[in-house]
């Protein structure tokens, strides 16, 4: 089993992956619904490195070259 980490850990975490993110946007985040899966047990709050790799991961923005995504888009409407 993974180790787990509290808010602040898990901030420490996520800074030290180039993802620089306060213990009280985590909390924030959490009430919204939004940011890494995380576990609650009892009335505490935990997070699996994993969960916040898969996170990280999430983040990532990857660009298409537009002139590409054209050509696809073609093609595929051609064989439509």
Known sequence: MSQLLNTTESANYLKSKGFPVRPKTLEAWRCM???P??????????????FLDE????VEVLTIDPSQQAVRRRKANDVA
Do not use: N, Q, T
């Open 33 to 35: 619904g939004k940011g």
């Open 55 to 58: 996170f990280l991961r999430g």
């Open 37 to 50: 899966k995380y576990l609650k047990i009892s009335r505490r709050v935990f997070y699996r490195p994993e």
